[in-house]
């Protein structure tokens, strides 16, 4: 977490860190810059990122990503390296795994399944984005000079619900989330690195700080490729259940203009 008195290592974009992946043997090796790291380890929502793009090109012509899992099995940091493995590959979709390693050892795994568009009579909307105010109209998520690291590549607007160790009632929060750097593609792999950026909602129930760690992660992608639009999208994260030190979410996150981009859940350790 950042404190008014850190000395902090420069913001490094998200598209910086994409160009140091080279290729090395049958993967690809790079580097992430301190400033994307949460605690220990790279921060969740970025090393979601890297699988799919290390998918996409590790794997020629993969059709949209429509559902992943991710589990965040140890520490991942610096130097990290990227293999990709098709486990199937039908005639509209194909599954492939994906290791990210990196010195501390096995970083993430992910399991990414891509689904070409097929010819359907189904058409059913039933996740709607929250009725909440605009990003111009709600308060800053992270009080001034606080917040993790990887937070500085964000900017982030509290839409509904409790703050971080307010010691709430509830745990359904809301952010508004844009990226202070241009776009990268693929889009859905600036989705996995906004949609994780809020803490968990649990953190919304503590009385004092503690801290997490993010387990596994799934989420379906519903709308592959929507565009950008004015940048904003919203996050919306809810705890189920907390009990034993661990927490179950649901999770969304959609474009401004309503338009869902990702559902999901995670799975959360708390040390509290």
């Known amino acids: ?18 160009a140091t992946l080279a290729p090395a043997g049958d993967g690809l090796e790079g580097h992430v810059a301190a400033d994307w790291m949460q605690g220990r380890t790279l921060y969740g929502g970025i090393s979601a990122a890297l699988c799919l793009v290390a998918a996409r090109r590790l794997v020629a012509g993969l059709p949209p990503l429509r559902s992943a899992q991710f589990a965040f099995a140890g520490p991942a940091a610096g130097d990290v390296a990227l293999s990709a493995q098709v486990l199937r590959a039908g005639k509209s979709a194909t599954f492939v795994s994906v290791d990210l390693m990196s010195e501390a050892g096995h970083g993430t795994r992910a399991l990414l399944t891509f689904g070409a568009p097929r010819v359907s009579t189904i058409a059913h909307a039933r996740f709607a984005m929250p009725d909440v105010p605009g990003p111009d109209a709600c308060p800053s998520h992270f009080p001034s000079g606080h917040g993790p690291i990887f937070a500085r590549h964000f900017e982030t607007r509290r839409a509904a619900g409790a703050g971080p160790v307010s010691g709430a009632t509830e745990a359904d929060i809301a952010v508004w989330i844009r990226p ?93």
């Open 1 to 18: 977490m950042i404190t008014p008195d850190m000395d902090l290592p420069p913001r490094t974009p998200l598209a910086d860190v994409l």
């Open 180 to 272: 202070l750097d241009a776009d990268i593609e693929p889009a859905e792999a600036l989705w996995l690195a906004m949609a994780d950026v809020p803490p968990p909602a649990a953190m919304a129930l503590f009385r004092a700080p503690a801290p997490i760690s993010t387990m596994s992660w799934m989420v379906d992608v519903l709308t592959p490729g929507h565009p950008a639009g004015d940048g904003w999208r919203l996050a919306r994260a809810t705890a189920e259940h907390a009990a034993d030190g661990y927490s179950a979410q649901s999770m969304g996150l959609w474009a401004s203009d309503g338009t869902p981009l990702i559902a999901g859940r995670q799975s959360v350790a708390l040390f509290t």
